[in-house]
């Protein structure tokens, strides 16, 4: 029903059922792990109102115990997910359904994946270093790469007196990148994915 894949290794189908509504993946070597997807294979939808949190259990550095987190969710709608585990290996473990399983050797970590209801799925508060990419920082980079064209198209830039005509040259006046560079901003503000259409 699931798959998990880890990028540079084969696509994992071989979940370990360890309860009627719960599966899990053994990553080894999982320090060399930065991003995970997990996702359903197609072949099995979910039941109807229900989904599959996703936890990620690595072994605790100081009892070697299993630490759970949410990474988060998938479900008929949202058939896959990627998650960011570079960053949790530090991180604190919080309330999860898998009790007290865990891989037994100190160089493998797992995936769980939970099946529940939507209505728990909702509730849950997954851990926020797993997510990959947000909007905000797409919006980041676009505002400093205007920043940095504009900037650089600036530095160029003559005025009408100190220009000597040259006919292999062709000149685009700066006030017309300002106004480029405005609207884009513009656009970005209203719809970060209008640049997709």
């Known amino acids: 029903m699931f798959g998990c894949l880890v990028a540079g290794r084969l696509v994992q189908t071989d979940a370990l059922q360890v309860a009627s509504d719960k599966f899990v993946f053994n990553l080894a ?25 996703v936890y990620f259990s690595f072994p605790d550095p100081v009892n070697g ?46 995936v769980g994946v939970s099946v529940e209801s939507l209505e728990q799925l909702a509730q849950q508060i997954p851990v926020s270093s797993a997510a990959v990419s947000t909007v905000d920082t797409f919006l980041q980079f676009t505002q400093k790469m205007l920043d940095s064209l504009y900037n650089f198209a600036s530095s160029f830039a ?8 040259n006919p292999t040259e062709t000149f685009i006046p700066s006030s017309c990148i300002l106004k480029w560079y405005e609207n884009f901003q513009r656009r970005m503000v209203q719809n970060p994915n209008f640049w997709k259409n």
């Open 29 to 53: 070597d999982y320090e060399n792990v930065k991003h995970v997807v997990v996702f359903m294979l197609g072949t099995v939808p979910f039941p109807a109102g229900v989904g599959g949190a």
């Open 65 to 110: 115990g299993p630490v759970w987190q949410l990474l988060g969710f998938i479900t008929n709608d949202k058939p896959s997910a990627i998650f960011k585990i570079s960053g949790l290996k530090s991180g604190e473990g919080g309330a999860h359904p898998f009790g007290a399983m865990g891989a037994g050797s100190p160089s493998v970590a797992q």
């Open 158 to 165: 003559l005025t009408q007196a100190q220009m000597t005509p």
